[in-house]
């Protein structure tokens, strides 16, 4: 699934491009075996994955090479540990993911594009064999994804196109580290490893905001206790400071949705919309403006709200954090047991969709804390 920034500040904010999954490859080599994996976009998917497969080493074999630099070594090496760290003290699943090292000498390793009406917040679904329906449609080459975003923009979508730093096939295959996961943040990195294991753990079918709400709280309590684990509360600080301005930002963009819900609640003036929809847009840099002013580190916010904005782009801000709280505070609930926390999870994710909906909001209602504060 994607992530959405410009090249450098990419999967610096709560949706970052880890946060933003390539299932595609593993819907479209399960459709393989129906004869479907050589026709158009699931070939694209079944090469693009084949690719990844093809650049794969172990990473054991990666950092004893005497060609590989002192920092691609000491990365990976932090990879393996917080690798362990997920088994051993998360109960995350050890299925062989993450054990072999892609360069892929390119920014992203997949683009992802997202729609919405020109007049409404609704995403654009598409739906697959395997994963069910999710708000974006990925591509391993920046060109298709931007050729298919021009064809939605044709039909008179918004249209977003963002490109992702993670991949992962949720648990089907042995899942590579790729080269664009490797920030140079240590708790980025193990947070995003915590993260895309977390899908590995639970995937729903058809609710991407309880996927990515999931895998974002398990990043959120791995990250504290790896932290804890270390002694590192400088670390854990820097972490939390971080996801703080990251909260801060989430707010006024979901600020700028009701403003555009309500906006769109009647049917707008079609000479005026355009018009109206920059208004709310410009007010929302105006306000970010204002909150981020006094900021130590405003690396990747500047360029990323400088962009074009429209419906589409706001699509993974509900997508990617809106139900944190909720899994925050059932994780409260069950005591920060992580072990009793994934089994309510699971029969959360087994629940028909209304009622799921309904104890989502109950446990919303729990929950007013500050991201980085579980405990």
């Not at 070594?73 to 998360?90: G, K, S």
Request: aromatic residues 10%; hydrophobic residues 40%.
């Amino acid at each position: 699934m994607p992530r959405i920034l410009p090249p450098k500040a990419h999967a610096r904010l709560w949706f970052r491009g880890h946060k933003t999954r390539a299932v595609l490859a593993t819907l479209a080599l399960a459709v393989g075996s129906t004869g479907l994996a050589g026709c158009g976009y699931y070939g694209q998917a079944v090469r693009g994955h084949m690719d990844l497969v093809s650049r794969s080493r172990p990473i054991d074999d990666v950092i004893d090479d005497p060609e590989t630099s002192p920092a691609l070594a000491e990365r990976l090496r932090l990879v393996l540990e917080a690798r362990r760290f997920a088994f051993d003290e998360l109960g995350l699943p050890d299925n062989g993911s993450y054990l072999q090292y892609a360069d892929l000498e390119r920014r992203f390793v997949v683009w992802n594009v997202f729609a919405a009406p020109v007049d409404s917040l609704t995403p654009r679904q598409w739906c697959f064999p395997v994963a069910g329906c999710v708000v974006y449609r990925g591509y391993f080459r920046e060109d298709a994804a931007r050729s298919y975003a021009r064809g939605l923009e044709e039909e008179g979508f918004d249209v977003h196109v963002g490109g992702a730093s993670a991949y992962s096939t949720v648990g089907w295959f042995k899942d590579p580290v790729v080269s664009t996961m490797l920030t140079s943040n240590d708790g980025r990195l193990v947070g995003l490893l915590f993260h895309e294991l977390a899908h590995q753990r639970l995937y729903v079918k058809d609710h991407s905001e309880f996927n990515e709400a999931f895998a974002s709280l398990v990043e959120e309590e791995g990250v504290r206790r790896w932290f804890a684990a270390r002694g590192g509360e400088e670390g854990w600080a820097a972490w939390r400071a971080r996801r703080a301005r990251d909260a801060a930002v989430q707010g006024l963009l979901e600020q700028t949705r009701a403003e555009l819900a309500a906006l769109y609640a009647d049917p707008p003036d079609p000479l005026r919309l355009h018009a109206d929809k920059q208004a709310v847009f410009d007010t929302l840099r105006e306000r970010y403006r204002a909150i981020s002013s006094d900021w130590p580190d405003t690396a990747g916010y500047d360029a990323w709200f400088a962009a074009e904005w429209n419906n589409a782009r706001l699509v993974p801000v509900g997508t990617y954090r809106r139900l944190v709280p909720a899994f925050r505070a059932l994780l409260r609930e069950e005591g920060g047991d992580l072990a009793r926390f994934y089994e309510r999870c699971e029969s959360l994710g087994e629940l028909p969709g209304s009622e799921r909906d309904a104890e989502l909001a109950r446990l919303l209602a729990l929950a007013p804390g500050v991201p980085g504060t579980t405990r």
